[in-house]
Every structure is written in C-alpha cells, then in structure tokens.
C-alpha cells in the first residue's frame, strides 16, 4: 500500500505513479506539467481496463481519485472532477462505480447522480 502524503499540483505525478504505477503517463503532458490531461488520460485508462476480467488496474485507478478527494488541494479536487465527469461517458460505468471508495461515491452522488 502506499503512503498517505498532501496531494497537490506539485506532488501529483508522484502521487499517481506511486499509486498506480502501471499507468503510463503521457511525456507531452509531463513537459508542460499539465494536469487536466493527465487525469483525463487516467479516466480513460479506468474505463478501458473495467473491459477486463481483472479489475486491480481499475481499483488502482479509483484509489488515486479517493487519495485526490481525502488529501489533495483544491486543484487536485478539481482534477477529480474531471476525471470523474470523463467516466460519466464510459460504458463500462456500472462496473467502476462498484469499486468506488467511499469519498468518491459520496462526490459522485453529489455532482453527477441526476445526470
């Protein structure tokens, strides 16, 4: 398991990498330290991975979110809901949202359940 540390602009790729470091993170997007890409690229990468039988890529995927929510800054807040507003086009939601944590169910109920 991985170390609870603040998640913010500066420590985001680290955190991502050491949360779910089968994700390979675009270069581009790393160059000109670009956030929103990233975390869209995340989603997407959930969302294909919930094609699977093994979901441990999925599960990986949504810890990130949930260590967004409980230890991020306000950007990185913003970054989850991003990502999270991504998902809401999978078609393999229904899969990914039964391994939601509890701080990304409670968000998810919040901002997107009437959509």
């Known amino acids: 398991m991985w170390e609870t540390k603040r998640?913010?602009?500066?420590?985001?790729v680290e955190s991502l990498r050491r949360i779910v470091?089968?994700?390979?993170?675009?270069?581009d997007w790393l160059e000109d330290d670009l956030g929103y890409p990233i975390v869209n690229d995340l989603a997407r990468y959930i969302c294909d991975?919930?094609?699977?039988?093994?979901?441990?890529?999925?599960?990986?995927?949504l810890a990130f979110l949930e260590a967004?929510?409980?230890?991020?800054?306000?950007?990185?807040h913003d970054l989850v809901?991003?990502?999270?507003?991504?998902?809401?086009?999978c078609d393999h939601i229904l899969v990914i949202k039964a391994h939601f944590g509890p701080r990304v169910l409670d968000y998810w109920k919040t901002s997107?359940?009437?959509r």
């Open 68 to 76: 967004g929510l409980e230890f991020g800054d306000s950007y990185v």
């Open 49 to 61: 991975q919930a094609r699977l039988p093994d979901l441990n890529r999925v599960k990986n995927g």
């Open 112 to 114: 997107f359940q009437s």
């Open 21 to 27: 470091p089968e994700f390979e993170i675009n270069p």
């Open 81 to 89: 809901h991003e990502s999270l507003e991504t998902l809401l086009s």
């Open 7 to 12: 998640i913010t602009r500066s420590t985001l």
